[in-house]
């Protein structure tokens, strides 16, 4: 599946044939990436008859529901840039749905040719390259050529889920990569009736001239939910705090105030990053109050 808009979905064959397909169940949930089985009803029409078993899912959540952003990917690439300054908690709760799925994220960092405002944010790329991320700094608008040049190997045969904030430069970096994304993601639009849509639905694109290489768009957010998530599962995605969990007093340990949290402590001392602890509380306590606020079942 490579775009829907509604109940319309695209699907597209191992030959590249495209079909407008929709699902037999009202709630079977199809999601970009998915391979799934289809019922040819001809003139471009397809009936979606099963979904294969999913490798793994992206997902985001808000308090009313958890959505799929995409299935089978074998990475993902946050895009970020100086200018207008990239939001830390939004590039951490990124990071965190990512470490859960298993899905291996690198940091994309657009607008490098802002020497000015680049500078200012090394150190905080130093504390992600530090964690592992693997760090790509490319201009995409300024030198498309050199960004196809970083950005070639990393995306070669592989199928890439590209998320961002809005305004960081993602779609001036897909269209850099995907030379006709704009044109194709119009194609979708009008084949989905999704009318001026065109930026609201995640879609897939074949890169040019890599039989295995894609590349999935997904919408400019300006928030990112976590609440698929556990407390639990919040804490071990966060690659600092991996060595230290089992050395909390306390087996369920927030890492707040509670005596003997070796996770405080390792922050209050500088051995973990301290403005990372501080929005990881931050998550927590929103994750807190909407568990307050939600109905309980009687
Ligand atoms: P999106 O919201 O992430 O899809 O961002 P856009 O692709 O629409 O880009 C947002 C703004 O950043 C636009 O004004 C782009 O021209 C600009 N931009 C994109 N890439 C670069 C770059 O490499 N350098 C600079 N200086 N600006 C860029
Ligand atoms: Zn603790």
């Known amino acids: 599946m490579v775009a829907g808009f509604g109940r319309q979905l695209l699907v597209r064959d ?3 044939g495209q079909f407008i397909a929709v699902t037999r169940g009202r709630n079977a949930q199809v999601t970009v990436g998915d391979l799934v089985r289809i019922s040819v009803l001809g003139s471009g029409q397809a009936v979606i008859e099963s979904i294969q078993p999913r490798r793994n899912e992206f997902k985001r959540s808000d308090a009313a529901r958890t959505k799929r952003i995409a299935a089978n990917i074998d990475q993902a690439g946050v895009v970020i840039a100086a200018h207008p300054p990239f939001s830390e908690e939004l590039l951490l709760r990124v990071a965190i749905a990512a470490s859960v799925a298993a899905i291996p994220l690198a ?4 607008k490098c040719d802002l020497l000015e405002a680049r500078a200012a ?3 905080r790329l130093a504390v992600y390259r530090g964690l592992g991320y693997p760090v790509i700094e490319c201009s995409a608008r300024a030198d498309p050529e050199a960004t196809r040049g970083v950005l070639g190997p990393w995306l070669a045969g592989r199928s890439t889920l590209l998320l961002g904030q809005s305004g960081m430069g993602k779609s001036t970096l897909i269209n850099c990569i995907v030379p ?3 044109l194709r993601t119009q194609e979708i639009s009008e084949a989905l009736g999704s009318g001026r849509h065109t930026t609201t639905f995640t879609r897939m694109f074949a890169l040019p001239g890599d039989d295995d290489g894609a590349v999935i ?3 400019g957010f300006q928030s990112f939910g976590l609440e698929h998530l556990s407390d639990s599962e919040r804490a071990h995605a966060m690659p600092e705090f991996a060595t230290l969990l089992g050395s909390c007093r306390f087996h369920n340990c927030t890492h ?3 005596p ?3 996770i405080r402590a390792a922050a209050q001392d500088g051995r973990i990053d301290a403005h990372r602890y501080r929005l990881f509380l931050r998550l927590a306590d929103e994750s807190l109050a909407l568990a307050r606020s939600r109905p309980r079942r009687a």
């Open 14 to 16: 191992a030959g590249g």
């Open 107 to 110: 940091l994309i960092v657009n």
């Open 121 to 123: 944010i090394e150190p």
């Open 180 to 182: 006709q994304a704009g």
């Open 217 to 219: 768009d997904s919408p």
């Open 256 to 258: 707040r105030e509670e």
């Open 260 to 262: 003997g949290c070796a």
